[in-house]
């Protein structure tokens, strides 16, 4: 798969997923035995199917939630994507309780691309700086 079509993919999940929240649509995108490296995800047991249960559990929890992606590169199989996420939270999160308030957070998303499906991602984003603006530091 060229560069180009991997950012299309990558672009793609993101929109299903996190603009139009099409879930089922955005995990089509991921291989079944797809691996997230993410600080804030340290007990994340690999494969399609727990993205699926840490997304559920996200979305629930946030509401108004969108994304924008602000920047995009790749080459080869990677894929890097700066990206703006925001929402209200409105049911307690792991270490974050609800106290009805919104953010707005940046963040990089590194994704593998292979076999025309997401493989394996880093994500980096201002988790402290979200938790400030949630009132929970």
């Keep these: ?13 993101f929109q299903k997923g996190c603009v139009e ?9 991921l ?6 490296h993410d600080p804030t995800v340290p007990d994340f047991s690999g494969g399609r199917e727990s993205v699926k ?3 559920k559990s996200f979305h629930e929890a946030i ?5 924008t ?3 995009q590169v790749a080459e080869g ?6 990206w703006t996420f925001s929402g209200c939270q409105t049911k307690d999160l792991p270490d974050i309780p609800s106290k009805g308030k919104c953010f707005n957070v940046d963040g990089i998303t590194i994704s ?5 499906k997401i493989a394996e991602e880093w994500v980096s984003m201002d988790a402290q700086g979200m938790k400030q603006q949630l009132g929970s530091v």
């Design 77 to 82: 199989d990677r894929v890097v994507t700066r």
């Design 63 to 67: 509401r108004d939630s969108t994304c």
């Design 53 to 55: 249960a840490m997304c």
């Design 21 to 29: 929240h099409d879930m089922d649509a955005a995990f089509e995108l």
């Design 69 to 71: 992606i602000e920047d």
């Design 31 to 36: 291989s079944e035995d797809y691996i997230l």
């Design 112 to 116: 593998r691309v292979a076999d025309g």
């Design 1 to 13: 798969m060229a560069a180009m079509d991997n950012k299309e993919l990558v672009r793609s999940c």
